[in-house]
């Protein structure tokens, strides 16, 4: 499923930034591809764990 998720990143930012080479860019692609960027790392970035996570159950 990540390596999914990263293939479709990079898939909607190359659809993007070759849309916006065009010499008439449509917007509603390009968003759309955003979009997909975007909840694509947030996806992506979900599953990291945070760094300080040891640090605030021993502080209380």
Do not use: W
Request: with cysteine; net charge positive; aromatic share 10%.
């Amino acid at each position: 499923m990540r390596k999914f998720s990263v293939l479709l990143i990079l898939v909607a930012i190359f659809m993007a930034f070759y849309e916006q080479n065009k010499p008439k860019p449509n917007v509603i692609i390009t968003v759309i591809c955003l979009a997909v960027f975007m909840f694509g790392m947030m996806k992506l970035s979900a599953k990291i764990p945070p760094k300080n996570e040891d640090d605030e159950h021993n502080s209380i």
